[in-house]
Nanobody
Framework: QVQVVESGGDLVQPGGSLRLSCTVS????????LGWYRRQAPGKQYELVA?????IIRYADSVKDRFTMSGDLAKNYLQMDSLTPEDTAVYYC?????????????WGQGTQVTVSS
């Protein structure tokens, strides 16, 4: 079994900062890659905001220079600075994990980020 848990979401004022955490645990052979997604409202598309695979980190244009992904792939962080109301969303972690059964994606339940004055 693999568990993916996000934490750190909160209500923050515009211009503020938050750090989200993603923990991947369980019967893991290797965490191959990790992506941070967000969805701004039910029914809207998921947006990939940051990802790491093969040691390369990429960011969406909408968050570049404001969001920073760090840590290892089993314990990862998303530092979010200069937040705006448009960053309000549920943030999810998607871990690509290899176990004895093979490689597949595992998602967490998400953590709510609300940017509002």
């Amino acid at each position: 079994q693999v568990q993916v848990v996000e934490s750190g979401g909160d209500l923050v004022q515009p211009g503020g900062s938050l750090r989200l955490s993603c923990t991947v645990s369980g019967s893991i052979t290797l965490v191959v890659g990790l992506g941070w997604y967000r969805r701004q409202a039910p029914g809207k598309q998921y947006e990939l905001v940051a990802s790491e695979r093969n040691g390369i980190i990429r960011y969406a244009d909408s968050v570049k220079d404001r969001f920073t992904m760090s840590g290892d792939l089993a314990k990862n962080y998303l530092q979010m600075d200069s937040l705006t109301p448009e960053d309000t969303a549920v943030y999810y972690c998607d871990a690509t994990v290899t176990t004895q059964a093979g490689t597949k994606d595992y998602w967490g339940q998400g953590t709510q980020v609300t940017v509002s004055s």
